[in-house]
T-cell receptor, first 119, second 109 residues
Framework: GAGVSQTPSNKVTEKGKYVELRCDPI?????LYWYRQSLGQGPEFLIY????????DSGLPNDRFFAVRPEGSVSTLKIQRTERGDSAVYLC?????????????????FGPGTRLTVL | KQEVTQIPAALSVPEGENLVLNCSFTDSAIYNLQWFRQDPGKGLTSLLL?????REQTSGRLNASLDKSSGRSTLYIAASQPGDSATYLC????????FGTGTSLTVIP
């Protein structure tokens, strides 16, 4: 597809369960970003990949959250032992150019998000 | 930590009006600033990206300006239409990525 895609679009789970959220970036985009958005708030940065490696994971709230991008394309955000406070829309974005210390990252393009509800 | 503020939080205007949305940020050490729109229940659609060395960008009826030294950006929408109704978010990109909480715009036919 031409844009960023995310699956599933909705996920309902029970407290304590494990979930995986998938992101397919735009083909050829080097950088991939995960954000979390709560109702009425702007997206909150979680983690940023350059290729296969996590360039910045400082936004992950705790060690229950983990993300991978093993082949530098598709990424999976994994949440262990889910809590009700994890309920939010999880957004993925990609950009053609990954930033460096001296160069800006490129324009970010977002997917439609996965709405996670933890009961 | 970068703080990004968008004012007003909500705005309602009659169709055809020109309007300005504001975004302010506390740390001027940024690479670029990006404006998005978000429709209810949807992801973000990129509108304009301004590099830190630029002062403005234009796309159709939209014009975004950037004043790094004062920590401000504005998004100008000319001749507003009901289809412009959405939440508008600014994102400040430095060593990390910060979004404002958005301005919810309603254009009344």
């Amino acid at each position: 597809g031409a844009g960023v895609s995310q699956t599933p679009s909705n996920k309902v789970t029970e407290k304590g369960k494990y979930v995986e959220l998938r992101c397919d970036p735009i083909s050829g985009h080097t950088a991939l970003y995960w954000y979390r958005q709560s109702l009425g708030q702007g997206p909150e940065f979680l983690i940023y990949f350059q290729g296969t490696g996590a360039a910045d994971d400082s936004g992950l709230p705790n060690d229950r959250f983990f993300a991978v991008r093993p082949e530098g394309s598709v990424s999976t955000l994994k949440i262990q032992r889910t809590e009700r406070g994890d309920s939010a829309v999880y957004l993925c974005a990609s950009s053609l150019i990954a930033g460096t210390i001296t160069a800006a990252p490129g324009e970010q393009f977002f997917g439609p998000g996965t709405r996670l509800t933890v009961l | 930590k970068q703080e990004v503020t968008q004012i007003p939080a909500a705005l309602s205007v009659p169709e055809g009006e020109n309007l300005v949305l504001n975004c302010s940020f506390t740390d001027s050490a940024i690479y670029n600033l990006q404006w998005f729109r978000q429709d209810p229940g949807k992801g973000l659609t990129s509108l304009l990206l301004i590099q830190s060395s630029q002062r403005e960008q234009t796309s159709g009826r939209l014009n975004a300006s950037l004043d790094k030294s004062s920590g401000r950006s504005t998004l100008y929408i000319a001749a507003s239409q009901p289809g412009d109704s959405a939440t508008y978010l600014c994102a400040v990109i430095g060593n990390q990525f910060y979004f404002g909480t958005g301005t919810s715009l309603t254009v009344i036919p």
